[in-house]
Structures are given as structure tokens and as C-alpha cells.
């Protein structure tokens, strides 16, 4: 597993640190792994998947609406795009 090393923390910060660790009664380490879980990973991130199924029904579409599209549906992969 990979790990990281931050630097010049201010003192202020680390004891307050080691303050919420003990309140949550784990490490300082182990706190600063869920601090950083939640900023990167927040429980009410949106999900694409259900964004789409719930735009679908929002519309109104029904099974037989996702059959039709998929019978006229382009299947050849995409040309890559060309910059510059």
C-alpha cells in the first residue's frame, strides 16, 4: 500500500490532530487516512449510473423506449480525436 509523508505541519494542526484521533479513539495516523478517505470519497458523490437511471425516469422512459434506441444505435467504436 502506498503511503505519504506531509511536511511542516504547524504545531497547532498536529495537536489538533491528535485531539480528534482521540476522540475517535484511533491514531493519529489511522485519522488522518479517514480524513483523507472523506475529502477524496464523500458519501454523497453522484454516480453516473444512477444519475442516468434517474434522468430516465425523471423523462418517463420505459424498457421498450431503451429497446428502440438500442436497435438504432451506432455500435462502431469512435474515431479518436486529432488535436493540433
Same mark, same amino acid.
Do not use: Q, Y
Given at each position: ?11 497547532? =494542526?498536529?495537536?489538533? &490532530? ?9 491514531s493519529a495516523?489511522a485519522e ?7 475529502? =477524496? ?27 428502440? &434506441? ?10 479518436? &480525436?486529432?488535436l493540433g
Amino acid at each position: 500500500m502506498p503511503s505519504i509523508t506531509v511536511r511542516n505541519v504547524p504545531d497547532e =494542526v498536529h495537536r489538533a &490532530l491528535r485531539v480528534r484521533a482521540a476522540r475517535h479513539g484511533r491514531s493519529a495516523e489511522a485519522e488522518v487516512r479517514a480524513i483523507l478517505e472523506s475529502a =477524496v470519497k464523500p458519501e454523497r458523490r453522484v454516480r453516473m449510473g444512477d444519475a442516468l437511471a434517474s434522468l430516465g425516469r425523471k423523462v418517463g422512459l420505459t424498457d421498450e423506449d431503451i429497446a428502440a &434506441l438500442e436497435k438504432v444505435r451506432d455500435r462502431k467504436p469512435a474515431k479518436p &480525436l486529432k488535436l493540433g
